[in-house]
């Protein structure tokens, strides 16, 4: 299928991060991923052409030209799918949004920021270096820190826990509602809606 390049302005890109494969599919790191098919699912989207080294859809979220991006690169060299996908749709960066996992992050908590640095996240860090910006938002998906002296590259790469998964399902309904609002109003309200919910959750955990 040929590649049909997207409507300027009006196309939104939210790119989920993680790594290729069925054997990642569960991993604590591909919860990128994981938000990003659920929100494919919640709105009927599906992932069915490859372009840019990603697993692409498209279609309409809140009234917005949308691009859902899963890149195929592996983790570490996210930004060599994003990049491109950014220039060949002409998003600005104001309407990129990365999702991806944050270990200083206790599990059942999301982050929305306008812009930022990769807080030390290799997927992150690789975009900002292709993007040469890292002026655009984010959703910080919290996973919690390993256990005892555990690798933290050992603990991400493990799958959620049994007594987890009832979290992460709630969580990914969140990331789906926080997206559509991003989308629909904006990163501010977004920010103010969800992480302040975050802060809640917490206290009551």
């Not at 996908?85 to 306008?114: M, Q, S, W």
């Not at 904006?186 to 992480?195: C, F, S």
Request: aromatic residues 6%; positive net charge; proline residues 4%.
């Amino acid at each position: 299928m040929g590649e049909t390049r997207g409507s300027g302005s009006e196309t939104y890109l939210i790119v989920g991060l993680g790594n290729p494969g069925v054997r990642y599919a569960r991993n604590r790191h591909n919860v990128g991923f994981q938000c990003l098919h659920r929100l494919a699912a919640a709105h009927g989207l599906a992932f069915s052409r490859r372009q840019k080294r990603a697993r692409v859809a498209s279609g309409t979220l809140a009234g917005r030209r949308v691009v859902l991006a899963l890149p195929q690169t592996f983790m570490n060299e996210s930004g060599r799918s994003v990049a491109p996908l950014v220039h060949f749709y002409k998003a600005g960066l104001e309407r990129l949004l990365v999702v991806y996992d944050d270990l200083d992050l206790p599990l059942g908590v999301i982050r929305l920021r306008a812009e930022g640095g990769s807080g030390g996240h290799k997927g992150m860090r690789s975009i900002i270096q292709h993007l040469g910006s890292q002026g655009f938002p984010r959703l910080r998906v919290g996973i919690g820190r390993p256990p005892g002296r555990m690798d933290p590259a050992d603990y991400v790469l493990q799958d959620f826990s049994a007594e987890e998964e009832p979290i992460v399902e709630e969580v990914l309904e969140r990331t789906v509602a926080a997206i559509e609002t991003w989308l629909a109003e904006g990163i501010e309200r977004a920010m103010a809606r969800y992480n302040q919910k975050n802060a809640e959750a917490a206290e009551e955990r």
